[in-house]
């Protein structure tokens, strides 16, 4: 989340991509939407900045795998203990610390898709009552299971929209 935009701000900018489309069927489709992305594209180019300030297709693919990480972490964390605390982490913090620039992008989708599969079969065991089970984000407060889903729909367009204006951007360069 860029430092100037707030809480309440995030979210409203990534649910917008998600509005109206169906979270669940988002997040299946992604894997395959991201494998698509990448085909035929050297690891270098995908290693490439857009600009010095901006991540590469390959970082984005590496956030997102650690991404699906903290959330399968979280929905447990809730599931388990409704209302427990949810902490919050710095992802351009993990970028640096965590190496993304040196991470295989096949590997981060392959690793992604594996995560991601393992949390819709778990959303997908779930009984109607505990999609209102919720846990206290550290920086944006109460968010229950189906807001969490919604959110990561629209952060998987974000990205995925992401990902193809950089790789529009190099076509035409």
């Not at 430092?3 to 991509?17: C, D, L, S, V």
């Not at 990448?38 to 857009?50: A, F, N, Q």
């Not at 650690?66 to 388990?80: F, Q, S, T, V």
């Amino acid at each position: 989340m860029p430092t100037t935009e707030t809480a309440q701000q995030y979210i409203q900018r990534i649910m917008a991509h998600s509005e109206g489309k169906q979270p669940l069927a988002v997040q299946a489709a992604t894997a395959k939407k991201l494998q698509r992305a990448i085909r035929g594209v050297t690891t270098s180019k995908l290693r490439k900045r857009p600009a010095p300030n901006k991540w590469s297709v390959s970082e984005i693919a590496a956030h997102l795998a650690d991404a699906e990480i903290a959330i399968g972490w979280r929905l447990r964390l809730i599931l388990g203990a409704p209302g427990t605390p949810v902490a919050a982490f710095d992802q351009d913090s993990w970028v640096t610390s965590l190496h993304y620039e040196k991470h295989d992008p096949r590997k981060s989708v392959a690793q992604f898709r594996a995560l991601r599969e393992a949390n819709l079969a778990l959303l997908k065991s779930l009984r109607p009552e505990q999609w209102k089970h919720y846990g206290m984000h550290a920086e944006r407060g109460q968010e229950t299971i189906e807001h969490i889903v919604r959110l990561i729909a629209g952060h998987d367009l974000n990205h995925l929209q992401q990902i193809d204006r950089i790789l529009s951007q190099k076509k035409s360069n």
